[in-house]
């Protein structure tokens, strides 16, 4: 049974106190390795470690930087499959989505902070010939990165690659349910030669290990993502101490759909964006309005897509439809859909765990599920379930779909379908979300700001506000004294 190990000064090392946790196969519903039962002893000699580092990694140039991310870039690719086929056993996604989603971004997320740390400038403010004001940009110190179990090595190196980029060096948290790749990684940043300490990897559980992180007095800055009560938690333990904080949470996106759309473009993408990944993104549109005159045709035609998505074994190549992540979270998927019964929803297909037979019969699957007939503003529509559920609901004007797209405590993204640009323009405009995509979804370029507003969360990363955040602006003024002989202002 394979006994990963924290990635600490370098080096991969059992925990301090020797315990181990279980984790889970979802598609098999099966023990298939242990991962470090880590706490604070542990998460201090990683500072220890990550400190000491920063003394000379904080000094690098951002050229040798560059070199060293791009090199960490180059054995991801190279070992894409294995990586590919470590994530999707590991959160119960398809193979083809790690494959071609998941692994592949996780390059990319370092190549582009290998390259955006070289063209990372600062302006420069003159005040005639009295002074000159230049900003520094230098980096914080040790950065805190805790992230989340659904896009594990995607959204682990969304963080860590700016960190490093910008001369921070790092403590490094995965989700104790989906640790493996993030243990993988750290074989390959040994491989590339990363200064020891530069990137430390600590496994465990979220109150023992990432509460060690949020509450170290010398980590000034963390990066987090995952659920909104824990980053009100990390809020509320950071806060006081004064630290940085970027927090990505949760969302409960609206799809707005009006008659006049791209019928066939907006039903192959609507499909990506209420079940890709099982629905555990949290840019997902789980709330889908479409505008009365195309309500019926769209319930019809979506529906019968939904039926045909049937959940499978992850490592097949033809799944597109895989396992929950945990049992605890396929309950909790459970529990929304009999909540939605509850309040009046009609299910119009899915609503059901899947049993699939032979390896996977014990694995944790629910089918698409679709529902209608529920208000806008009860519990199923306001409180992120974050699996492969959707409700639809008919609207008459753009103010009336706003009101519902509005009346959430999230505000993540948004989704319009519309010809009309005038006014999906002034759909964007209204909408209360931090990312719309028009006529799109998940179309990312890494220089946009991600992030949400309310209890979306706090900040935003991507392009140099990722940079940015992990160092600190330092205004220098320099007084200038005119010249007692040369004549004032230019020749
Ligand atoms: O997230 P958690 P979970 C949502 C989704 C999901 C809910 C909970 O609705 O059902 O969050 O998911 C670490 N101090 N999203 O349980 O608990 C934890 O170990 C410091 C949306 O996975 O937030 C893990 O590494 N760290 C989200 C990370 O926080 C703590 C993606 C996330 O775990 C901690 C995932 C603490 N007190 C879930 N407690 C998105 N925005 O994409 C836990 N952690």
Not at 199 to 226: M, R, W
Not at 286 to 291: H, L, Q, T, V
Not at 413 to 435: D, F, K, P, V, Y
Request: net charge neutral; glycine share 8%.
């Amino acid at each position: 049974m394979l006994q990963i190990k924290n990635y600490i000064n370098g080096e991969l090392i059992a925990p301090v106190g020797n315990q181990y946790i279980d984790n889970y196969n979802p598609a098999t519903g099966k023990i298939y390795s242990h991962i470090p039962d880590s706490d604070g002893k542990d998460v201090q000699l990683a500072y220890e470690a990550a400190a000491k580092a920063f003394q000379t990694w904080s000094l690098t140039t951002k050229e040798d930087r560059s070199k060293l991310l791009i090199r960490i870039a180059d054995l991801i690719d190279k070992n894409h499959e294995k990586l590919s086929r470590a994530e999707s056993t590991d959160n119960g996604k398809p193979i083809q989505l790690a494959r071609v989603v998941d692994i592949p971004r996780a390059a990319a997320n370092f190549r582009f902070y290998a390259t955006g740390v070289l063209h990372l400038s600062s302006e420069a403010q003159i005040m005639e010939d009295t002074a000159i004001n230049y900003t520094l940009h230098e980096p914080v110190g040790v950065a805190g990165c805790i992230s989340p179990w659904n896009l594990p090595l995607y959204l682990f190196t969304w963080k860590i690659a700016p960190a490093l980029a910008a001369g921070c060096t790092v403590v490094a948290k995965p989700s104790e349910i989906t640790p493996m790749t993030a243990y993988l990684l750290s074989e390959l940043c040994i491989e590339a030669g990363l200064p020891k300490g530069v990137l430390n990897i600590v496994h465990g559980y979220g109150h023992k290990v990432g509460a060690a992180i949020t509450a170290h007095p010398n980590i000034p800055v963390i990066s987090f993502t995952g659920g909104t009560k824990t980053g009100a938690e990390i809020a509320r333990v950071a806060g006081p101490m004064f630290k940085k904080l970027s927090l990505e949470l949760g969302g409960k996106n609206p799809n707005i759909v009006f008659a006049d759309c791209d019928f066939e473009q907006m039903l192959k993408t609507t499909m990506h964006s209420s079940f890709s990944n099982q629905g555990e993104i949290c840019l997902c549109g789980s709330r889908i309005f479409i505008e009365r005159p195309l309500y019926e045709k769209f319930k019809k035609e979506f529906v019968a897509k939904a039926i045909e998505l049937k959940a499978g074994d992850p490592a097949n190549e033809k799944t597109r439809h895989g396992a929950i992540v945990s049992k605890q979270h396929k309950e909790k998927i459970l529990s929304y859909i009999a909540l939605a019964q509850q309040e009046g929803g009609k299910i119009l297909c899915g609503g059901n765990e899947v049993k699939l037979s032979g390896e996977c019969a014990d694995g944790w699957f629910i089918e698409p599920t679709v529902i209608e007939g529920l208000p806008y503003n009860c519990r199923t529509n306001q409180e992120e379930i974050f699996g492969p559920v959707v409700t639809l609901t008919p609207f008459d004007t753009e103010e009336e779909v706003l009101g519902y797209a509005n009346s959430t405590q999230y505000g993540l993204a948004g989704i319009i379908w519309t010809e009309n640009l005038t006014r999906a323009h002034r759909m964007a405009q209204h909408l209360q979300s931090g990312i719309i995509w028009i006529n799109c979804w998940l179309l990312r370029d890494l220089r946009t700001p991600f992030g949400g507003l309310k209890n979306s969360g706090v900040g935003r990363e991507g392009g140099f506000e990722a940079l940015r955040f992990f160092t600190e602006p330092k205004n220098v003024c320099i007084k200038l004294s005119p010249s007692p002989t040369l004549p004032k202002g230019r020749e």
